[in-house]
């Protein structure tokens, strides 16, 4: 089956096309950023390194997030396959991402990177900002840094997937249905054997 990295900066739409995304191909759906948000709801230790960190708009250290994955990935050892969104974010979270997948003999079969300009992405933070409740959409300042966060160390991944031959830029400006129509015809088109080989 398939295992997909839904990519892009913060603002892009991975979380709601992943929803869409995971229910028509059946994957399971792990968000770090929604991990680390019921972590911090739950009051757990982990939560609470992570809490601080979320609301400057940093990255939280790479090991948290790889030891949440991997949980996740035993938790689900009969999953069709699985949709990342929001990690790997850095170039050791990718490494340690496909290393991880090898030792549950799976593989990433593509990173799906929606693109969308620096002016949109602060218009929808800013906008979600009104309704989700997350302190870390609300200010400008901390959107900014989000932003230069995922310039400086996530951004990089681009090459570290298109050196794999796996990275499909896709772009993620316009309707919500429209936008989901583009990422299935890329998922569509992805090698039977990429699709099949794990399932
Ligand atoms: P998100 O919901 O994906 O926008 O993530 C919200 C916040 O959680 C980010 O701004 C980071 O502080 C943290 N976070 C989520 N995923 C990761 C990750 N893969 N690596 C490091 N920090 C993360």
Known sequence: MINLVLFGP?????????SYLSRAYQLVHLSTGEILRDEIAAGT????????????????????????????LDKNPSAKGFLFDG????????????????????????????????EVLIARLMGRGTTSGRSDDADRRIIENRIEVYREKTEPLIKYYKD????????????????????????????????????
Do not use: W
């Open 87 to 118: 990690f790997p974010r850095t170039v050791p979270q990718a490494l340690a991402l496909d290393k991880l997948l090898v030792h549950y003999g799976r593989n990433v079969s593509a990173m799906l990177s929606l693109e969308v300009t620096k």
């Open 45 to 72: 230790e982990i939560g609470h390194k992570a809490k601080d960190i979320i609301a400057r708009g940093e990255l939280v250290p790479d090991t948290m997030v790889i030891d949440l994955i991997q949980l996740k």
């Open 164 to 199: 794999a031959g796996k990275y499909e830029a896709v772009n993620g400006e316009g309707s919500v249905e429209d936008i989901t129509g583009r990422l299935k015809e890329c998922i569509d088109r992805l090698p039977k054997n990429k699709k099949e080989t794990y399932s």
């Open 10 to 18: 913060p603002g892009a739409g991975k979380g709601t096309q992943s």
